[in-house]
C-alpha cells in the first residue's frame, strides 16, 4: 500500500472489510428530484462509528454496491445518514429502499477532512451539487464546536434551485451557528432571486484570513480544479486545501485497483487528499 504524504488520516477499519453488516432503513427522505437521505441503524445495535469525509460500500441485496459518502453526524454513530443520488440501476434500488428494509453496509473506509486541524482559523466549504452531502459530517463537526473557529463560509453551488441540498440545514447553520452560507445556482429561472453563476466565483469574493484557512472542497472533479485554483490565487496553502476524489470504488480496500489514480487507491489513501498530493494531477486535462 503506499504511504502518502499529506493525505487525511485513514481511520480505523471495520474487522473483516469484505462483510456487509445488516442495517436497517429507519427513515426515508426525498430531497430534491433526483436524491434522497436514507437513515439507517445496525440491526444488531452496535454503532458504526466514522470520521466526517469516510464512505461506506452500500449493497442493496440483489441489485449490487455502491460507494457512497455518509452525510450524517460523526457525534451520532448509532444512526447511520446516506444521501444518495439515483444514477443507475444500485443507487435505484437503495432510494427506493423503503422503512424497515434491510440493506448491506460495508465501511467505513477512506480518509476523513480533519476538521480539527483548522481550529484557531477560519474554514471554508466549497461544495457543488450533491458534493455537500459528503461535506455535511464536517459542517456539523465545525457547528458542534464554533467557539474554536473564525469565519465560516459555505459556498455552495447547484444545477438549479430545485436541486439545493439540505435547505434547512443552510438555513438553521447560517441562522445558529454564524456561518456565512452564499448559495449560487447554474440555472436561475422562475422565482429565483439568488446568485447565478459558478461557484467559484463565490471564492473570488473572498472574506476569509486565506493564510490561516483551512479549505474543505468536494464535487465534480472539473468544479473542484477550478475552485482549488481559486482558492490558491487567494492565498490558501496547498497543504490546507482538501479535495474529495471519490471514484470508481469497488473493494474498499486497495485491492481491485479500479481507483487507482497513479501511485494511490483512493479507497485507502482517499477519498480526502491535500491539494499538494493533488495540484501534480489536477493540472491533467483527465484525472
Known amino acids: 500500500m503506499t504511504a502518502v504524504a499529506g493525505a487525511g488520516s485513514r481511520a480505523a477499519r471495520p474487522r ?28 444488531d445495535g452496535v454503532p458504526m462509528p466514522f470520521a466526517a469525509g469516510q464512505f461506506t460500500m452500500m449493497q442493496a441485496f440483489g441489485a449490487g454496491e455502491a460507494p457512497i459518502s455518509i452525510s450524517g453526524d460523526p457525534a451520532r454513530p448509532a444512526v447511520l445518514e446516506h444521501t444518495i443520488r439515483n444514477v ?27 476538521v480539527s486541524s483548522g481550529r484557531g482559523g477560519d474554514v471554508v466549504f466549497v461544495a457543488g451539487g450533491i458534493g455537500l452531502a459528503p461535506l455535511r459530517p464536517a459542517v456539523l463537526e465545525v457547528c458542534a464546536d464554533r467557539a474554536s473557529y473564525g469565519r465560516v463560509l459555505l459556498l455552495y453551488g447547484a444545477r438549479t434551485p430545485e436541486d439545493i441540498l439540505f435547505g434547512d440545514d443552510l438555513r438553521r447553520w447560517a441562522a445558529d451557528h454564524a456561518v456565512d452560507v452564499q448559495v449560487t445556482v447554474d440555472n436561475g429561472q422562475h422565482a ?33 480544479r477550478y475552485a482549488a485554483m481559486a482558492l490558491r490565487a487567494r492565498g490558501v496553502p496547498p497543504a490546507r486545501l482538501r479535495l474529495s476524489m471519490e471514484r470508481n470504488m469497488k473493494c474498499g480496500v486497495g485491492l481491485c485497483g479500479h481507483c487507482q489514480l497513479r501511485e494511490y487507491f483512493l479507497c485507502v489513501d482517499g477519498p480526502v487528499l491535500t491539494y499538494d498530493v493533488l495540484e501534480p494531477l489536477m493540472a491533467r486535462a483527465e484525472l
Open 16 to 43: 473483516d472489510p469484505f462483510l456487509p453488516r445488516p442495517f436497517v432503513v429507519r427513515r426515508h427522505r426525498q430531497d430534491t428530484r433526483d436524491t434522497w437521505t436514507l437513515v439507517l441503524e445496525p440491526v
Open 88 to 114: 443507475g440501476a444500485v443507487t435505484r434500488a437503495l432510494v427506493h429502499a423503503a422503512p424497515g428494509a434491510e440493506l448491506g453496509i460495508r465501511g467505513p473506509f477512506g480518509t476523513g477532512w480533519e
Open 192 to 224: 429565483w432571486q439568488g446568485r447565478v453563476g459558478l461557484v467559484t466565483q463565490l471564492v473570488e469574493r473572498g472574506g476569509f484570513d486565506a493564510v490561516n484557512t483551512l479549505a474543505l472542497v468536494c464535487g465534480p472533479e472539473v468544479m473542484m
